[in-house]
């Protein structure tokens, strides 16, 4: 399995508002993104099921909620993608990502992952 993290500058400050690298570009990509496969939301605490897409939670600005975000140092939101839907799902995010940055690694859990 895989994760796509898209990276994006955090509220701060008026100077950001219309910025493409802002968080509303991002709120609004993971909407269409989510919308588009009809993506639920990851279960909180729990691993997700592995030949599913699901999308782990966000806070107010859109930024990943606990350890999703983590090692990064600029907010973020991540999705879980199963390998046999890698392909479409990263196809789709490199042609709608607008100037957002994106990054994707696959999940290294030993067997427990397809």
Request: aromatic share 14%.
């Amino acid at each position: 399995s895989y994760h796509i993290h898209v990276l994006f500058y955090a509220d701060n400050g008026q100077e950001f508002s219309s910025n493409k690298h802002s968080s509303t570009f991002a709120r609004s990509l993971r909407k269409a993104f989510i919308e588009h496969f009809n993506i639920p939301e990851c279960p909180d605490g729990a691993p997700p099921n592995v030949t599913s897409f699901c999308a782990f939670t966000v806070d107010e600005m859109g930024a990943c909620k606990g350890i999703c975000g983590h090692p990064f140092v600029t907010p973020c939101f991540a999705i879980f993608v199963p390998v046999h839907r890698h392909s479409e799902a990263v196809s789709w995010m490199m042609a709608h990502r607008g100037d957002l940055d994106f990054l994707v690694h696959p999940n290294t859990c030993g067997f427990t992952c397809a």
